[in-house]
């Protein structure tokens, strides 16, 4: 029972993080079409990088914010 309860917690801190790192990239990677000349893609190199890559940043971000 309580080991159901812990995997519960696991992946609901897993689902907020995933939509906050979502929310996260959707920031960065909006900002260009609303007149920003740079945003926190672009400044740390991780723009070209692929979609994988710019998931793993956006989600370890969500995590630490």
Do not use: K, P
């Amino acid at each position: 029972e309580h080991v159901v309860q812990l995997l519960q917690i696991i992946f609901m801190m897993f689902t907020v993080n995933h939509y906050f790192g979502c929310l996260w990239h959707l920031v960065g990677s909006s900002s260009e079409y609303i007149g920003f000349s740079t945003n926190w893609l672009t400044e740390n190199g991780i723009r070209e990088s692929g979609i994988v890559v710019e998931y793993a940043y956006s989600f370890y971000w969500a995590v630490i914010l």
